[in-house]
């Protein structure tokens, strides 16, 4: 054998061990990992994605495209040649359509292979490289965020290893990444109807299709200004911005057994360095406390006694605070409960700590409120701007019409809200655009929000300042910068532990989209200090590919738009599988407890967070619980009900049927060791006042299927008042019979916000706010539900017309089973 020859049977042994294999019939070389083989054809074209355990094929070859392509004069090209160089461990990429030609560094790990753009002919004009979209077979579960799909058995994975390597595809210049928006429409109170059915994709690094699914990356050449389409803008100025370039991207493509895909990606954020954060000493997406539940309560120096009292009643470790800040920008907070500011905060912070409580605080990022020093009385140049113009001509402090050069970026109303530009030191407020040239910004209001009117010149920078609907600025890229690094020096210097990203879409003013919201908290939490960084628990208002390695949880839904149960139900279900198919803890959303929340609100809230292994966030006052009657029993049930999940009692059946939705639950703590769970079965009905003719019945009949035995009936009995009804109108002599026994007659006129309870043992009369008002005296025993169907006669007598429909609730409970706490 000859000294050539050898060499190169050398080569290809040592490559085979190193887990790639070069097949130099065909030019193609396949990477090998432990449960998985990837391989390419000699044009670079992704041709194999195989599970060596199952020896099952996953590529979708119709569809098969490059490892990776490149985009130049906005055409998306493809290699048309691929080497392998074993020595270096590379892969040289040739585009010669584009005169480009690309170096890609290869890495194999246990799981996981890596491949990083080194090295590209004339940089500076390709647009962007993209990663895929890599077709596969695996259609199951689509992680659109996370970027894993999975069927029973097998997954497969892209990660994104460095942050301007962008998960998701280039449909769009602004890079927002498409997803489901609750509000679109002003429809807030639950997920519209047409999309009950559809599951409510939020990004799409891995994407459905009609023949499995996508995976999918990309990074953008950000090194000229654009002019973009963006939020809202069809022209909108996106700067330049420097951050190396396309050189540099780099993904990582794994396929493992299902019980593998989490731990692969914690190796992946250990060895690249992606964030790994640690709560309490655990990986935060495996944590047992990412989904601890908190309560949203304002407090301050004065009140933090009795708020943290409240909190460890419920036996919850973290207090929230809903609304601290005076100002957005530069975080100030409200001096009436912070009267040192920051100093106030670490005060109540190192209390609440010595208590065993954490405090966490909630922002709007990157949103700055008009009294903040960014924009009063001198506005900082680095508010954003979605474009300027020059004047065409000067104007005097005075002048109520400005004639501007260009009114591409001054005319667009839309996404609008404040109409807002600035010349030099002044902000200035405009009603509209003049239709045609001379172009003019009419109806200005000048030296608005405390800026200082003053004369400007001809050929002076006029610039359209960028705005939110909350009647906020936003800031250009190193004033978000900026910004989260002040919120990282607020936690350093406070020790606060947890965070919401609200409006967090507000990083799209740098017109980097997805981008920009990523690198806003990356810049936060690299900014931390060492004792605080991963462990303080903080979400946000979207999610982001490269952000879930930052993030603790998503906390979607809102309860401002219905009633306890009702506000954004559907999407909080939906939340739930989306949980699910990204790996994330999961989360039911806010809720807020108001005076007429009943304990029943809170069980069945709590009932169904334990189904899903979800915590939430509850919204309350000091005022309305000092108010609320049953306050001791809420928190109680709260703490009873938590302690039991954070020790996963319930079996996976219990939970199954927690999640139903079909009936209640009731738990209590019987003893040290063992927790008692009932079902709790229930129906609604109304009754409504009818005008018949004298001695015609106006009685109600209802039919209640019980499945537990044989019981006394349990029920509340609320007037349902109406904008139409009278709030005067009482409902008195209320009778209840069920299945023709003696009707039993209470003693007791119902007026409008009280509340008529019976637990089949005695009957108690409440005010709104849960204050008892009486315990009624019954002459005779309760009825009786039957096992089975029940019929249910109710009426009583309107102390007049235009009365409201009277809303009755039967309740029944089912079988108790006994529950060992788990040690």
């Known amino acids: 054998?000859?000294?050539?020859?050898?060499?190169?049977?050398?080569?290809?042994?040592?490559?085979?061990?190193?887990?790639?294999?070069?097949?130099?019939?065909?030019?193609?070389?396949?990477?090998?990992?432990?449960?998985?083989?990837?391989?390419?054809?000699?044009?670079?074209?992704?041709?194999?994605?195989?599970?060596?355990?199952?020896?099952?094929?996953?590529?979708?070859?119709?569809?098969?495209?490059?490892?990776?392509?490149?985009?130049?004069?906005?055409?998306?090209?493809?290699?048309?040649?691929?080497?392998?160089?074993?020595?270096?461990?590379?892969?040289?990429?040739?585009?010669?359509?584009?005169?480009?030609?690309?170096?890609?560094?290869?890495?194999?790990?246990?799981?996981?292979?890596?491949?990083?753009?080194?090295?590209?002919?004339?940089?500076?004009?390709?647009?962007?490289?993209?990663?895929?979209?890599?077709?596969?077979?695996?259609?199951?579960?689509?992680?659109?965020?996370?970027?894993?799909?999975?069927?029973?058995?097998?997954?497969?994975?892209?990660?994104?290893?460095?942050?301007?390597?962008?998960?998701?595809?280039?449909?769009?210049?602004?890079?927002?990444?498409?997803?489901?928006?609750?509000?679109?429409?002003?429809?807030?109170?639950?997920?519209?109807?047409?999309?009950?059915?559809?599951?409510?994709?939020?990004?799409?690094?891995?994407?459905?299709?009609?023949?499995?699914?996508v995976l999918q990356a990309y990074c953008r050449n950000r090194g000229k200004d654009r002019i973009i389409e963006n939020w809202g803008?069809?022209?909108?100025?996106?700067?330049?911005?420097?951050?190396?370039?396309?050189?540099?991207?780099?993904?990582?493509?794994?396929?493992?057994?299902?019980?593998?895909?989490?731990?692969?990606?914690?190796?992946?954020?250990?060895?690249?360095?992606l964030p790994h954060p640690l709560l309490d000493g655990e990986w935060g997406k495996q944590a047992l406390h990412a989904s601890e539940s908190y309560l949203i309560m304002n407090f301050g120096v004065d009140n933090l006694e009795e708020a943290m009292a409240v909190t460890k009643q419920a036996g919850l470790r973290y207090l929230y605070h809903g609304d601290p800040f005076d100002n957005w920008g530069h975080f100030q907070l409200h001096a009436k409960e912070f009267p040192q500011n920051w100093a106030s905060m670490k005060q109540c912070v190192e209390t609440a700590k010595a208590k065993g409580v954490r405090l966490g605080v909630h922002t709007l990022s990157n949103f700055i409120t008009t009294n903040d020093p960014y924009v009063t009385p001198i506005p900082d140049p680095r508010l954003a701007r979605v474009g300027s113009s020059q004047l065409s001509a000067?104007?005097?402090?005075?002048?109520?019409?400005?004639?501007?050069?260009?009114?591409?970026?001054?005319?667009?109303?839309?996404?609008?809200?404040?109409?807002?530009?600035?010349?030099?030191?002044?902000?200035?407020?405009?009603?509209?655009?003049?239709?045609?040239?001379?172009?003019?910004?009419?109806?200005?209001?000048?030296?608005?929000?405390?800026?200082?009117?003053?004369?400007?010149?001809?050929?002076?920078?006029?610039?359209?300042?960028?705005?939110?609907?909350?009647?906020?600025?936003?800031?250009?890229?190193?004033?978000?910068?900026?910004?989260?690094?002040?919120?990282?020096?607020?936690?350093?210097?406070?020790?606060?532990?947890?965070?919401?990203?609200?409006?967090?879409?507000?990083?799209?003013?740098?017109?980097?989209?997805?981008?920009?919201?990523?690198?806003?908290?990356?810049?936060?939490?690299?900014?931390?200090?060492?004792?605080?960084?991963?462990?303080?628990?903080?979400?946000?208002?979207?999610?982001?590919?490269?952000?879930?390695?930052?993030?603790?949880?998503?906390?979607?839904?809102?309860?401002?738009?219905?009633?306890?149960?009702?506000?954004?139900?559907?999407?909080?279900?939906?939340?739930?599988?989306?949980?699910?198919?990204?790996?994330?803890?999961?989360?039911?959303?806010?809720?807020?407890?108001?005076?007429?929340?009943?304990?029943?609100?809170?069980?069945?809230?709590?009932?169904?967070?334990?189904?899903?292994?979800?915590?939430?966030?509850l919204a309350t006052s000091l005022e309305t619980l000092r108010k609320h009657g049953l306050k001791d029993e809420l928190l109680g049930l709260i703490k009873t009900w938590e302690q039991a999940r954070m020790k996963n009692i319930f079996s996976e059946a219990q939970k199954e049927e927690m999640r139903s939705l079909k009936h209640e639950f009731h738990l209590e703590l019987t003893g040290d060791n063992e927790y008692k769970l009932t079902p709790v079965y229930n129906a609604y009905f109304k009754h409504t006042q009818q005008m018949k003719q004298p001695g015609e019945p106006v009685f109600s009949t209802f039919k209640f299927n019980n499945p537990a035995a044989t019981q006394p009936v349990s029920f509340i009995i609320t007037l349902a008042a109406s904008k139409e009804s009278d709030p005067d109108v009482t409902f008195d002599q209320i009778s209840i019979g069920i299945n023709h026994q003696d009707a039993l007659v209470l003693p007791v006129s119902l007026k409008r916000n009280q509340f008529l309870k019976c637990d089949g043992k005695v009957v108690r009369l409440y005010s709104r706010q849960w204050q008892l008002l009486q315990t009624i005296v019954l002459d005779k025993p309760l009825p009786v539900l039957s096992n089975g169907a029940n019929e249910i006669t109710f009426d009583g007598k309107y102390s007049d017309e235009n009365g409201a429909d009277v809303k009755l609730e039967i309740r029944s409970n089912g079988q108790s089973e006994v529950i060992q706490k788990k040690h």
């Not at 609200?502 to 900014?527: I, N, P, R, V």
């Open 1 to 213: 054998m000859n000294k050539r020859r050898l060499i190169k049977y050398l080569t290809l042994f040592l490559t085979v061990l190193a887990g790639i294999t070069v097949l130099p019939a065909t030019a193609q070389v396949n990477f090998k990992t432990k449960q998985w083989s990837l391989q390419l054809d000699n044009t670079g074209k992704l041709t194999s994605m195989k599970s060596l355990a199952l020896q099952k094929e996953f590529i979708f070859a119709d569809k098969a495209t490059a490892l990776m392509s490149i985009k130049k004069n906005g055409a998306i090209l493809t290699p048309q040649s691929c080497t392998w160089n074993a020595k270096s461990a590379e892969l040289l990429l040739s585009y010669p359509q584009a005169g480009v030609d690309a170096k890609v560094k290869v890495q194999r790990n246990d799981q996981y292979i890596s491949f990083e753009l080194t090295q590209l002919t004339r940089p500076e004009e390709v647009e962007l490289v993209l990663w895929g979209p890599y077709p596969v077979t695996i259609a199951d579960t689509i992680g659109e965020v996370v970027g894993v799909v999975r069927n029973s058995n097998f997954a497969i994975g892209i990660q994104a290893l460095n942050i301007k390597t962008l998960g998701g595809y280039p449909n769009a210049e602004s890079d927002i990444e498409p997803s489901y928006d609750v509000f679109e429409g002003q429809n807030k109170v639950d997920v519209k109807e047409d999309d009950m059915s559809k599951q409510l994709f939020r990004g799409e690094v891995a994407r459905p299709t009609d023949y499995g699914a």
């Open 394 to 617: 000067g104007i005097d402090a005075n002048a109520k019409e400005i004639g501007i050069k260009d009114p591409v970026f001054f005319n667009q109303f839309q996404n609008n809200t404040l109409k807002s530009v600035v010349v030099g030191n002044e902000m200035i407020r405009y009603g509209t655009v003049s239709t045609s040239a001379p172009w003019k910004l009419l109806d200005c209001q000048r030296g608005a929000f405390g800026t200082t009117a003053a004369a400007h010149a001809a050929n002076d920078t006029i610039g359209k300042l960028m705005d939110h609907p909350y009647k906020v600025f936003l800031t250009d890229y190193a004033l978000q910068e900026e910004m989260a690094t002040t919120l990282a020096r607020l936690f350093n210097e406070t020790g606060l532990m947890q965070i919401s990203f609200d409006g967090l879409e507000g990083c799209w003013s740098s017109g980097m989209g997805q981008y920009a919201k990523q690198l806003f908290t990356k810049t936060w939490y690299d900014h931390l200090s060492p004792e605080l960084k991963g462990k303080v628990i903080n979400d946000a208002s979207m999610p982001g590919h490269y952000f879930w390695h930052i993030y603790t949880r998503m906390n979607w839904g809102e309860p401002w738009y219905a009633g306890f149960r009702e506000s954004q139900l559907q999407l909080r279900l939906k939340n739930q599988q989306f949980f699910r198919r990204n790996l994330m803890p999961s989360m039911l959303g806010w809720f807020s407890l108001r005076p007429e929340t009943t304990p029943e609100d809170i069980e069945w809230m709590l009932a169904l967070g334990a189904g899903y292994n979800a915590g939430f966030g």
């Open 233 to 273: 803008h069809t022209a909108y100025l996106a700067p330049a911005f420097n951050d190396g370039g396309v050189v540099g991207s780099k993904i990582a493509l794994f396929g493992v057994a299902n019980k593998d895909v989490l731990p692969t990606i914690s190796q992946i954020e250990l060895k690249e360095g």
